[in-house]
């Protein structure tokens, strides 16, 4: 075996041949290791792998059996080594590529530009469902060899041999021994005869254990119907994107589809996919949360014969028959969560990333990549269009189409004209608890509208960003908080398991009875979550239905789903919970809805904390007077100065991002500047500290002049796990320099075996 890959002067892998044929095979590791490795394939092997494909090799002085990717093939061993070093590969993995040349590329970049290896990149692109093959079994079947198969003649057989023989010409199939006795009406003995003599022999082969004929796609969904007559605005907007979606060559080109709450961006996306698939292309759209995807799946499935789904609520087994049918052209739209932007489509023609703001697209695990931007890679790499939908953009994506860089459609009014709803503010600071109620969750404003609109026949929705009961105990004496043993974390009380709960590493301990700072015995419950908005609002409404939705409730399988239907269908009144009732959800009847602290993101310390909250206030905005009756939202703040609360109460983006933008040009924040952050993680606070020290000061010496570095400090979140936290930020104008000025200074200080190292490129969060 080779110990090194070939690599180009800047450090940066390069392909090392050809795709096809070749003895010797390029392969990466899903290791934080920056090479290609080179082995031989033995000559049993030879033409039985391919790049993309998984295989076995041995590695290191023991030569333990690892799992590697191929990634290319050529005919003699790299310049220099000496072929009988070199070690075989000791099998294939997977009968076929499990990634093709595109996504092969792809994931190459990712690994050029998140700073991690091409193996860890390649690992991430592949669902375990479908690495471990799930919902699929191993079987032998007989086959014919292709010699005996175009034989003119073949020779004389007993009967029962010749009737096997006959069997399995015939065949559609693949037949296992079993299914041939059955046919041939004979026993096993025939079978072996012919396997003595050559004339047949077993292969074996995954095959899935789902009953044959069993279909991908759910029944309850019918294709056609009447489709809504487009508005002047969504066929202009169609217009615009026509010529890219109709081209018949390379036609790279990224839309930012800037659409008010209402205003149809989702019958935009329908319509251009339909030209793309009317073309026999297919397209891929990505939705940002779980509770979008069964109503976004069931509008797609009205309109499309083929569509499947990719998102971590699905088994593996029902990942891996899906991940099958689109591998194999069977499918016209996939939609899915973050990972689906790898979807192996073969014909892709469109993505469509559905509110492209959200922070569920990055990925907060190696690789760190961002699907948006891995989206508008792929496109480029593919020469097709790509759309950025979104109310609220992020910062990121509008200065890219005030640059030019993408192409700006706007929708800027509601289907059937509707107005978009009144919103009010609340100032907490002037109102008291309503008589009778224990908090002041629901004020008094907010009472009176809920009972008006549920008198007029309208559905309620309540925000409340915050999980639990309580989100926080202190001690009032001292003024300690009961935190996590294990990360610097206030915990929260959720009472109905009557648990202190954290909710950075889910550990569960019991309440303390007293203070262990200073033993004093009241301790004090403070805060709201949903838990407690829920009993609050059951208080104020016996009589009313009411469902809360948030990672708590909506553990089980199929759980969005049903509370989503019951909504829909006017079964539930009031529905309460987080930020995933927030955005992209389309309920006509809803005539109301409440933000019960709008404050919550809005003073942590982290530069997009302002962007957040507008994008939070006005999504949910946006929820109600989508039918024929006006909308009403009542807003809760601390802070109702504040800008973003502002300008989300008058739907204002543009105002919003006039007000915001100076703000982060003056201090070279994104989007015009580049971030990438360091973090180390380490049980002992000093030795985390003095290691991410020697790399700040050599890249202080290293890094060219436009690189600015911000830190070394203690993280926001100091503890996490039991692990301490420091992390620094490295600054430029453009992604080069901090990718420069990190590859060259990592190498020279190898991560202690005691510390972890996290490199994130365009961090989301910086806490």
């Known amino acids: 075996m080779s110990g090194q890959g070939r690599r180009g002067k800047s450090g940066v892998l390069f392909d090392l041949g050809p795709i096809d044929g070749g003895q010797f095979a390029g392969v990466v590791l899903n290791r934080p290791l920056d090479q290609v490795l080179t082995y031989r394939i033995p000559a049993q092997l030879v033409g039985k792998i391919s790049p993309g494909q998984r295989v076995r090799v041995p590695l290191g002085r023991g030569n333990q059996s690892t799992v590697a990717y191929c990634v290319s093939l050529e005919d003699g061993p790299p310049e220099g080594f000496d072929p009988a ?16 040349g595109p996504i092969l590329e792809l994931t190459r970049w990712i690994a050029r530009y998140y700073l991690c290896s091409w193996g860890q990149a390649l690992d991430a692109v592949v669902p375990a469902g479908v690495k471990k093959a799930a919902g699929t079994a191993l079987r032998t079947f007989l086959i ?34 079993n299914d041939v006795c059955r046919l041939a009406h004979c026993g096993p003995g025939p079978v072996a005869s012919l396997r003595q003599s050559g004339l047949i022999h077993t292969v074996k082969q995954r095959m899935p254990r789902a009953a044959p004929g069993e279909s991908l796609f ?3 969904f019918t294709v056609g119907g009447s489709r809504p007559k487009l508005t002047p605005e ?15 060559g390379p036609a790279f080109q990224p839309f930012l589809l800037h659409g008010v709450t209402g205003s149809g961006k989702t019958e935009v996306y329908l319509s251009a996919i339909e030209r793309v698939v009317a073309r026999g292309r297919e397209a891929i759209v990505l939705v940002p949360e779980i509770s979008l995807t069964p109503q976004t799946i069931r ?23 899906h991940w099958q049918a689109i591998a194999a052209g069977e499918i016209e739209v996939v939609v899915g969560a973050r990972s689906a932007v790898f979807a192996p489509a073969r014909r892709l023609g469109l993505i469509v990333i559905d509110e492209e703001h ?44 005030a640059a030019g860089r993408y192409t700006r459609i706007s929708l800027e009014s509601r289907v059937g004209g509707r107005p978009m709803p009144h919103v009010e503010l609340i100032d907490l600071r002037h109102e008291k608890p309503v008589p009778g109620q224990p908090s002041l969750g629901l004020s008094g404003p907010l009472v009176r509208a809920m009972e008006k609109a549920l008198a007029d026949g309208g559905q309620v929705m309540l925000l409340l960003n915050r999980r639990g009961f309580h989100t926080f105990i202190i001690c009032p004496s001292c003024g300690a908080t009961l935190k996590c043993t294990a990360c610097d974390v206030a915990l929260t009380f959720h009472k109905a398991r009557n648990q202190a709960v954290c909710h950075t590493c889910d550990a569960e301990f019991r309440p303390p009875d007293a203070c262990a700072a200073c033993g004093n015995s009241r301790l004090h419950y403070g805060g709201i979550g949903t838990e407690r908005l829920e009993r609050e609002v059951k208080s104020a409404f016996p009589d009313r239905i009411i469902r809360r939705m948030d990672s708590d409730t909506m553990r089980a399988p199929g759980s969005h789903e049903k509370v989503l239907a019951a909504f829909k269908a006017g079964q539930v009144e009031i529905l309460l919970g987080t930020q995933m009732i927030a955005k992209g959800l389309d309920f006509p009847d809803v005539t109301l809805v409440g933000v019960i602290n709008a404050d919550t993101a809005l003073h942590l310390p982290d530069f997009r904390a302002s962007e957040r909250t507008f994008q939070l206030v006005a999504q949910v905005a946006g929820r109600t007077g989508r039918g024929n009756r006006p909308g009403r939202v009542l807003v809760q703040t601390f802070c109702p100065e504040d800008p973003a609360i502002r300008h989300a109460a008058h739907h204002d983006y543009l105002s919003f991002v006039n007000e915001e933008l100076p703000r982060r040009e003056a201090c070279a924040l994104p989007p015009f500047g580049r971030v990438a952050r360091l973090i180390v993680r380490g049980p002992e606070p000093e030795a985390a500290r003095n290691y991410l020290n020697l790399v700040a000061d050599a890249l202080r ?31 430029a104008s453009s992604p080069a320099p901090l990718h420069d000025a990190i590859r060259a200074v990592l190498p020279q200080f190898p991560v202690p075996g005691e510390l972890e190292l996290a490199i994130d490129i365009d961090p989301i969060s910086v806490l």
């Open 85 to 100: 070093r070199i070690k075989d590969i000791l099998e294939p993995i997977d009968a076929a590529p499990l990634i093709d």
């Open 144 to 177: 014919v060899p292709e010699e005996v198969r175009n034989a003119s003649l073949l020779p004389d057989l007993p009967p029962k041999q010749a009737e096997v023989l006959r069997t399995l010409l015939r065949a559609t199939e693949p037949l296992t021994l």
């Open 218 to 220: 759910a029944d309850e």
């Open 234 to 248: 969504q066929v202009e907007a169609l217009q615009g994107m026509a010529p890219a979606l109709d081209a018949e």
């Open 299 to 321: 509008r797609f499935r009205r309109r499309f014969d083929r569509v499947a789904v990719l998102h971590s609520h699905l088994s593996d087994s029902e990942r891996h028959r």
């Open 358 to 401: 959200e922070g569920t697209f990055k990925q907060e695990t190696v690789p760190r990549y961002h699907a948006r931007d891995v989206a508008v890679k792929r496109a480029q790499q593919l020469g097709i269009p790509v759309i950025l939908g979104s109310a609220t953009p992020s910062l990121e994506t509008w200065r890219n189409a």
């Open 701 to 731: 010496k290293e890094a060219s002049p436009e690189v600015r570095l911000m830190g070394p400090a203690e993280a926001p979140i100091a503890k996490i796990r039991d692990l301490h936290r420091f992390h620094l930020q490295i600054r």
